[in-house]
């Protein structure tokens, strides 16, 4: 069983390797690049169908992403609340929108997206361009009135026009144009080539030998990899694991979306990639570091109705309770940190 668990994990990385070795990267470098390059440790990124990459779109995207009149009043872009400072999540427990106003979700990190099937915390946009249309018109996010508002604005900005009509051969461009902008955008977005990953690789000395016993401790005694696993340290399910669950009124999660029961209180396994950059963490920001975490797997989550029953007290040593926050610190990976903050916007 032990030995099982450790080979689809293996597995997975040996992928990630031959995507280093070049698989996925045009060999014909006179031909604009059909997808991009990814970090030791990551599979090559999947580009949807009707929403193929390109060069200028990511470029594209990228200008939306930092730009703040995407919001109501020009304060808040994408990146006040997934920031390159701050591993593309915003640092806080909750985020603060337009006029300073607080939600009740912590901002995920928008680190490896391109690996993910659903987004949001409670997985409700099924995909990358879907989400990225819900915060411009969200109140208490950038507050724009509607999306006729949002592209109106941006079509009277002579340089956005002639941007899209570059990349999508309009300058009619609509609001689905700028979410598959955006979205390329976010899947060039990567963190790989941690310390773990070179240790997959065969790097022996890139981890220390704590975390190496940590390692041994997240996939044998804590069995972390039953939710955490494969290349983005999650199998993009929902589980309750209790966070909130003691307030009169919990978030109720995944429930909202389906209705099921077993949804209640049920929230997406977050990828583990550079969390130790991301505190606060759960998807209510209540845990602040990383020994907290270990501490409330430890006694089994909290219970409540609909505990997953894989969570359970773990009774681990207080050593190996250290293992396990070096090992998540070797998650700690490069890529995103190339991307930069335009110094100048379209006019
Ligand atoms: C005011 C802060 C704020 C702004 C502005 C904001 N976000 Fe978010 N973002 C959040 C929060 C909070 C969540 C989690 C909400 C939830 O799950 O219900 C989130 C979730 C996401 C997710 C899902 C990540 C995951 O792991 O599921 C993506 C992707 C994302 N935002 C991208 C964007 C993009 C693109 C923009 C700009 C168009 C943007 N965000 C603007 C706060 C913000
Ligand atoms: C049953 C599935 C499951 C298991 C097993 C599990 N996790 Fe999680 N993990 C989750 C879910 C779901 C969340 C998000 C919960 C929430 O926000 O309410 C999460 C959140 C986290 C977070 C916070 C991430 C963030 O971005 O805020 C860390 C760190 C973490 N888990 C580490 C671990 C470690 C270490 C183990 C092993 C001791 C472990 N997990 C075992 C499902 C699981």
Not at 270 to 281: F, M, Q, S, V
Not at 310 to 335: C, D, H, R, S, W
Request: net charge positive; hydrophobic share 35%; glycine share 8%.
């Amino acid at each position: 069983m032990k030995r099982m668990r450790r080979i689809v994990l293996y597995g997975l990385l040996a992928a990630g390797a031959a995507a280093i070795a070049g698989i996925g990267i045009a060999a014909d470098d006179k031909k604009p690049s059909t997808t991009i390059p990814v970090p030791l440790g990551l599979l090559p990124v999947q580009w949807p169908e009707d929403n193929p990459y390109s060069a200028e779109k990511a470029e594209l995207g990228k200008l939306l992403y930092f730009d703040k009149r995407l919001s109501a009043d020009n304060t808040i872009s994408c990146a006040t609340c997934h920031s390159p400072a701050h591993a593309f999540a915003d640092g806080a427990p909750v985020s603060t929108g337009i006029r300073g106003q607080k939600g009740g979700r912590s901002a995920p990190t928008v680190i490896n997206r391109a690996y993910s099937l659903a987004q949001f915390w409670d997985g409700r946009a099924p995909t990358l361009e879907e989400q990225a249309k819900g915060p411009i018109t969200n109140p208490i996010e950038m507050g724009m009135k509607n999306h006729e508002e949002t592209i109106a604005k941006l079509r009277g900005i002579a340089g956005y026009r002639k941007l899209f009509a570059k990349v999508f051969g309009t300058e009619q461009f609509t609001i689905d144009h700028l979410a598959k902008a955006i979205a390329t955008f976010e899947r060039t977005v990567l963190s790989g080539n941690s310390a773990y990953d070179k240790y997959k690789a065969g790097n022996k000395k890139a981890l220390s030998a704590e975390q190496i016993r940590g390692l041994d401790v997240y996939l044998n005694k804590a069995k972390c990899d039953q939710c955490h696993e494969g290349i983005n340290f999650t199998a993009n399910a929902f589980h309750n694991i209790g966070v909130g669950m003691d307030k009169p009124y919990p978030d109720v999660g995944r429930f909202a979306v389906t209705k099921k029961d077993a949804d209640w209180g049920a929230y997406k396994t977050p990828t583990l990639r550079d969390i130790a950059r991301t505190a606060p963490y759960m998807h209510d920001g209540s845990q602040k570091t990383l020994e907290e975490v270990v501490e409330f797997y430890d006694k089994g989550g909290l219970k409540n109705k609909n505990l997953d029953e894989k969570i359970k007290p773990l009774k681990l040593t207080e050593a190996e309770k250290k293992y396990l926050v070096a090992f998540m610190q070797a998650l700690n990976g490069e890529g995103w940190q190339k991307i930069q903050e335009p110094t100048k916007f379209p006019e």
